[in-house]
C-alpha cells in the first residue's frame, strides 16, 4: 500500500503567517508522531497520537505549535504566527499496533522569511 | 532524560569496503530498542536495522550489521561492500517501546568513493 505522505512539501511563509502541514499514515496505523528536522540535526519529536489522542505533546516547542487527529487518521500541526526558528523540516511518521518501527514521510521543508 | 550520541559527523569510504559508525546512547531503563536509520539527500528516512536490548544476538540484515555493547551503551553500524547508493546521512535513534516516540543522535554523513 501507499507510504505515509505529506503536504505540502515545500512551504515558504512570512513570518508571522499562520500554517498547517498535513500528513496521511499508512491506512491502519494507530499511532502517529511528528518530529521537527533542523537544518544538519537529527529529528527531534514533537508529539503523538494514539487514534485521535494526542497522549505526549511534551516537545512542542511553544503554544504557537498545535496538532489534531481529530478522526484518528489524517492529521494536522498547525503553526501559528511563524518566526523564523521554526524554519525546519517536519516530519510525520506512523506505526501499526505491536511494531516498533516507524515509516516515515518525506517531510514538509518550512521556510519563513 | 534519554541522549543518543554520534561522535562522527562524517564519514568515507571507498566502494567495496567495510566502515563502521558509531553510536553510544545513555539511558536508565533495561528495555529499550536501538535502530539505525538512512536519510539519502532529499528523500525520506527510512530504518536500515533495529535491534532489541534484550536480545545479546547482534542483528544483521544483508549488508548491515550492528555490534549491540549493551554494557557499554554502545550501538555501532558495519556496512561491509559498500556501495554508490549507501552515500547518505545515517541517524541512531533510541526507542523505549512499540508507541515511544524516538531519539535521535545528529546523525553521520557517509561519503562512497569509487
Known amino acids: 500500500g501507499a507510504g505515509v505522505s505529506q503536504s505540502p512539501r515545500y512551504k515558504v511563509a512570512k513570518r508571522g503567517q499562520d500554517v498547517a502541514l498535513r500528513c496521511d499514515p499508512i491506512?491502519?496505523?494507530?499511532?502517529l508522531f511528528w518530529y521537527q528536522q533542523a537544518l544538519g540535526q537529527g529529528p527531534e519529536f514533537l508529539t503523538y497520537?494514539?487514534?485521535?489522542?494526542?497522549?505526549?505533546k511534551s516537545g512542542l516547542p511553544s503554544d504557537r505549535f498545535f496538532a489534531e487527529r481529530p478522526e484518528g487518521s489524517v492529521s494536522t500541526l498547525k503553526i501559528q504566527r511563524t518566526q523564523q526558528e521554526d524554519s525546519a523540516v517536519y516530519l510525520c511518521?506512523?506505526?501499526?499496533?505491536?511494531?516498533?518501527?516507524?515509516?516515515f514521510g518525506p517531510g514538509t521543508r518550512l521556510l519563513v522569511l | 532524560a534519554q541522549t543518543v550520541t554520534q561522535s562522527q559527523p562524517e564519514m568515507s569510504v571507498q566502494e567495496a569496503e567495510t566502515v563502521t559508525l558509531s553510536c553510544t546512547y545513555d539511558?536508565?531503563?533495561?528495555?529499550?530498542?536501538l535502530f539505525w536509520h538512512k536519510q539519502p539527500p532529499s528523500r525520506q528516512m527510512i530504518l536500515v536495522i533495529r535491534?532489541?536490548?534484550?536480545?545479546?544476538q547482534n542483528a544483521t540484515e544483508n549488508r548491515f550489521s550492528v555490534n549491540f555493547q549493551k554494557a557499554a551503551k554502545s550501538f555501532s553500524l558495519k556496512i561491509s561492500d559498500s556501495q554508490l547508493g549507501d552515500a547518505a546521512m545515517y541517524f541512531c535513534?533510541?526507542?523505549?517501546?512499540?508507541?515511544?516516540?524516538?531519539?535521535f543522535g545528529t546523525g553521520t554523513r557517509l561519503q562512497v568513493t569509487l
Open positions: 491506512s491502519g496505523h494507530v499511532s
Open positions: 511518521a506512523s506505526s501499526s499496533p505491536g511494531d516498533w518501527t516507524q515509516y
Open positions: 535513534a533510541y526507542g523505549t517501546g512499540t508507541a515511544s516516540k524516538l531519539t
Open positions: 539511558t536508565s531503563e533495561s528495555d529499550y530498542y
Open positions: 535491534q532489541e536490548a534484550y536480545k545479546q
Open positions: 497520537f494514539q487514534n485521535e489522542a494526542q497522549l505526549d
